[in-house]
């Protein structure tokens, strides 16, 4: 196409000529079928990540997808958010791997072109609550281009319970309206005192808590509170607006033992029951995980400090269970992620596997009656 | 433990002789032999003493049949069968020889030496089916261990930058003790449990080896292992 012997302006019309075939080829992408568009490139990025061709997790290949469908292309896509969550910092400055994991998922948001509408933060900012771990955070995070909506997590909250983190991140529960959809983020990880008692120290509290398989702390639950809120924010809404819920815990019950559980999930999913479209989004389970209770969608976050195993009970049977995570490599079965809002309301959720290909758990999947996790009976490692 | 054991003993002791029904059984064939033996020692003499379950024997040498048994023997010999009884129903033979050592037998296989000031043997003669005391020692002893395991696993001190077990393996989760020794493809090489753990600890917990025989190393083994418990060992599966 370009020879020694040509002209500058045979190079340019040459070079126009190029642009221009490119443009009509992406153009002819953008108006394939989304689905099947998403499958293709899907296949192009696996490929590429098996050949060592581009860093494996091939996040922008899937995102300009979601861009061309947001672009009008095709049906679909309203808009798109990002997550990062669960980092688990220790103040032990930029070189401690969570530090460098929650570094590496702001770079990954910010190399989303387009940019996402806004950044979820999705609770365990810190490990064990200090001001110190807060502060490193407020700075990893102070780097994401778009907006930032924080919620909170256990491991944020108990410490102080909850003083400094209100004091740097805002109020623990609040909702906003995006693009015609009505957003709740709640802090679910609220626990009965079980420290006066025992007169455990704020340290001691804060151990126990951040301690998975702890059996010395309460369940954690929204609290009667924060539902006479939900009620009350709730009660201008309508029923038809999509509503998408975040929370840190899962706002179902899947297992007591980890607190992969909230404890008036049944309250607070009856407040939700009216809306005709509702979708949680939470944290705190380090893993991919999807569930279905009539209206409400659920889909889990990844963390990007480790990956959680799969409880040993309790697996919803719509969670197509991911894979064993490789010990061997900090970044397997950790990654950060994207949500595309679909023009109904209801979501697409993206799963960004750092050193996996991605996965999409699709509002369509979980619409039917089939059960794509199947006989779910536990963790199948 | 062991020393409350044998101050309860000899408390119950002094009272055992009157209500454990003790008393002299007949002679045995041996014993009859010896007898026969005209001037014979005292050292070969003997004399047997049953348990009202006729199932715990002492033999307590140097003394005869016909012969009184002298009071701080007689209170030995109560002691042990006052043990016996407590902690189980064994056929059980305590041989109390001249030199005060005791050797208990069951099954006519001799079990243990006892040196009088040491550990009461009978804590550890586990003959059949143990009694619930026997099980409730065995158990906070193990307990001890996995909690010391527990503690670790969940602790920051083994590592070297905050990061603990229990992070990545709530109840020791992902672990699979069960399936180890392996080829830890990774490693290239057949790893044992402790190989997996050192891994951990030198990588992700960025601290430094243990030493095999580390006490730290056989608790955190206990910790795992005893959240696996029940799981079929299934050496070598990936």
Known sequence: MYRNNMTRKQIERAFAERSAADERLLQSLQNCDRRHFLRTSLKFAGMAAAASLVPSHAFQLVNVASAAAAEGASPGVAFQFAYVSDSHLYARGMTHRFARAAAKAVADVNALDPQPDFVLF????????????????????????????????????????????????GPDHYSFDHKGIHFVVLNSVVEKDFWTAKGY??????????????????????????????????????KKTPIIVFSHSPLYKLYRGWNFWTDDAELVQAILKPFQTVTVIHGHTHQLLTNRIGNIQFHGMLSTAWPWPYAPEGLPAYTVQMFRPDPFNQFDGCGDGSVDVLVKGRVDKHYNFWSRNPRIVTAKELAGNSLPGGGNQGPSY | MKRTLVAGSLLLGSI????????AGGPSDVESARRGLVGAPDEWASRAVWACDQRKLVIVEGVRPDERIPPDKAQQV???????????????????????????????????????????????????????????????????????????FHSDEIGGNGV??????????????????????????????????????????EGKELPPDDPRMQALEAYILAQRSGKPLDVGKH
């Open chain 2, 164 to 205: 603990a077990c229990a992070m990545c393996h709530p109840n020791a989760s992902n672990t699979h003790p069960e399936t180890y020794p392996k080829f830890q493809t990774q490693l290239k090489k057949v790893a044992l449990l402790r190989d997996m753990v050192n891994w951990c600890i030198l990588n992700p917990l």
């Open chain 1, 122 to 169: 999705g609770g365990d900012l810190a490990q064990l609550g200090r001001p110190d771990e807060l502060a490193l955070g407020q700075q990893i995070l102070k780097d994401l281009k778009p907006p930032v909506r924080m919620m909170v997590g256990e491991h944020d909250w108990y410490l102080d319970l909850g003083e400094k983190w209100k004091e740097m991140f």
């Open chain 2, 78 to 152: 109560a002691d042990v069968l006052m043990d016996l009884m407590r902690f189980c129903n064994e056929e059980i033979t305590v041989r109390i020889g001249m030199n005060q050592m005791m050797t208990v037998a069951a099954n006519g296989r001799v079990y243990e030496n006892y040196v009088p000031g040491g550990p009461l043997p009978i804590v550890k003669a586990s003959f059949g089916e143990p009694t619930p005391r026997e099980l409730s020692i065995w158990k906070a002893e193990l307990d001890k261990l996995v909690a010391e395991g527990d503690r670790l």
């Open chain 2, 16 to 23: 055992a002789l009157g209500m454990l029904g003790v008393f």
């Open chain 1, 201 to 238: 120290t704020p340290e001691q509290r804060m151990a126990i808590v951040s301690g998975l398989d702890d059996s010395r702390q309460s369940p954690f639950e929204v609290g009667a509170p924060q539902r006479e809120w939900l009620k009350q924010d709730l009660a201008k809404i309508d």
